[in-house]
């Protein structure tokens, strides 16, 4: 079952923006109404839905651009839920905070969801969806949310709004401890990243279809999306062999993606738009950094060299 024949979600090619370039980051300095501006022009001549991970005050100047510049974006806004309960199996050493900081991160995710309902209405005529958090079951997080939580996150956004309501986190979670969210979400979103996952170029789309396949199996009558797959281009080492990286094989990886996806009529969101040099460690092929199909400073990759992106999907 796909996502276009329950929800009425109009087919289009998707993929992951976050506008932080060089020398900006979330909670310092923002992309201005300009440099988005110049953004959403690069993407609007081959995509039509955006991601976004936060109400923050980059999302909001998203908005504001697709608003009075009248770009043909249609966004899935997302609220970034932070830590509520401490995960101490985190392996980087994060996720480990005080019963007061717990608390205070309680208040700050409720904050978050009810700013997602009220910008789902103010701007209901370009957000198409919502998601009430970003990998925060995942056994690995450093921002663990329990189930029961985001099930609650779910009810509300619901009640409150009219766009269809989703949570977005790896596949492995929703095969076991996501099930109760199953049962109240309007769409499954699921992450899927065989480079992490050491799959060779060759073997990724195989990959990526057996993490799609175990889900949508696994829950026949809600629809799959997916809202994170790519292919990194530099690495350090940590946690992605060097030599299974570069611009060639994130262009393998994109076309097959791309081909698979349309042809099954899956809703998939690439990642991601553009590299973004503030993530991971301070080195400079810190993976994290380099997952992007343009630069930091906007110039296409291989893959988005003299290409015409044709992706589309027939209901």
Not at 82 to 103: K, T
Not at 262 to 281: P, R, V, Y
Request: hydrophobic share 35%; charged share 20%.
């Amino acid at each position: 079952m796909n996502v276009f024949n329950t929800l009425n979600i109009p087919a289009a090619n998707a993929i992951c923006y976050s506008g932080f370039r060089e020398g900006q980051q979330p909670g310092g300095v923002y992309p201005n109404y300009h440099e988005i501006k110049e953004d959403l022009e690069i993407l609007s001549s081959s995509w039509k839905y955006l991601r976004l991970y936060d109400c923050d005050k980059h999302a909001q100047t998203v908005l504001e651009v697709i608003q009075k510049e009248n770009f043909d974006f249609k966004i899935m806004l997302g609220s970034y839920i932070v830590a509520e309960m401490n995960n101490f199996g985190c392996p980087w050493g994060g996720g480990i905070y005080s019963e007061e900081e717990l608390q205070e991160n309680r208040i700050k995710n409720q904050n978050q969801i009810e700013k997602l309902i009220n910008w789902a209405n103010t701007y209901s005529d370009i957000i198409f969806s919502t998601s009430v958090g970003n990998e925060a079951c995942v056994d690995w997080t450093d921002h663990y949310v329990p189930v029961d939580r985001v099930v609650e996150f779910v009810k509300m956004v619901k009640q409150n709004t009219k766009q269809p309501v989703t949570f977005c986190e790896n596949y492995v979670p929703w095969l076991t401890k996501l099930k109760p969210l199953t049962e109240v979400v309007d769409f499954i979103s699921i992450h899927t990243y065989p480079v992490w996952e050491y799959k060779h170029i060759h073997e990724s789309l195989e990959y990526t279809k057996q993490n799609y396949y175990a889900v949508a199996n696994t829950y026949p009558n809600i629809p799959v999306v997916i809202t994170e797959a790519g292919w990194a281009t530099n690495s350090n080492g940590k946690g992605i062999h060097p030599e299974n990286v570069s611009e060639e094989n994130q262009k393998i990886y994109y076309n097959d993606l791309i081909t698979w996806s349309t042809q099954e009529k899956i809703l998939t969101f690439f990642f991601e738009a553009f590299d973004e040099n503030w993530k991971g460690s301070p080195e400079p092929l810190e993976p994290e950094k380099h997952w992007g199909l343009f630069k930091i400073d906007r110039t296409p990759k291989l893959v988005m060299q003299n290409e015409t992106i044709t992706q589309k999907i027939n209901v």
